[in-house]
Each structure stands twice: as C-alpha cells, then as structure tokens.
C-alpha cells in the first residue's frame, strides 16, 4: 500500500488549500483515512479522520469549520480541504490509511499505513 499526499504550498493567512492523497495497493474503499500534521520539534497531531464511507468523520478542535475531509472511493482519494488558514496551521500534513474502515479514529498509532507529507506554510 502506497500513500502520495499533495496540495501543499505557500499561501497567506484567510486561504483556502485543498490536500489530496492518493492510495494505491488493496481497495481503497477497505480502509478508513485519516489526516496528521507535524512542526518540527513535535508529534503528529491529529487533524481529521474519515471512514471508509464517508459517513463519519472527525476533526480536531483547533480545525473544527475551518477544515473538510472527504473521500472519492471510485477515484481513491482522499481530500482535505482547508478554509481561513491560520499561521498556526503551518506544518507538514501526512494522510494515513486505518484498516478498521468502519470507524474515524483520532489515534496516531492506530493507523497502519503513512504517506511522506506535504508541507503546508500560512503567512501571516
């Protein structure tokens, strides 16, 4: 199984950016899938988690109606699309894939597999 994140870039405070994974390997609809981002010097934090349905999802407090995840099971992406991004959302963001498919799980460990991230900056 392979993950492929992309989307990232440079953009100022208020933007919008949208994230995409692409997974590759078993079907994708058999896993649920989650979004993490990193600043140097800390641990992945969980940002939103989708299962594999799209019927629940998850979201961190800090990204609550800023931040949509969703999935095309035909297109196996997954999308995370970012609104009125703050400096502080400035990180690298990894998609993960979960094989417990039926729930949105918030828990870095639980994932099974990792893409290599994208890096997203928000100037201020």
């Known amino acids: 199984v392979q993950l492929q994140a992309y989307g990232g870039g440079l953009v100022q405070a208020g933007s919008s950016l949208r994230l995409s994974c692409a997974v590759s390997?078993?079907?994708?609809?058999?896993?649920?899938m989650g979004w993490f981002r990193q600043v140097p010097g800390k641990g992945r934090e969980f940002v939103a988690a989708?299962?594999?349905?799209?019927?629940?999802?998850d979201y961190a407090d800090s990204v609550k109606g800023r931040f949509t995840i969703s999935r095309d099971n035909a297109k196996k992406l997954v999308y995370l699309q970012m609104s009125s991004l703050k400096p502080e959302d400035t990180a690298v963001y990894y998609c993960?894939?979960?094989?417990?498919?039926?729930?949105?799980?918030?828990?870095?460990?639980?994932?099974?597999?990792w893409g290599q991230g994208t890096q997203v900056t928000v100037s201020s």
């Open positions: 993960a894939a979960d094989l417990n498919r039926g729930a949105a799980r918030t828990t870095e460990g639980v994932y099974d597999y």
């Open positions: 390997g078993r079907t994708f609809s058999s896993y649920a």
């Open positions: 989708i299962n594999w349905s799209g019927g629940s999802t």
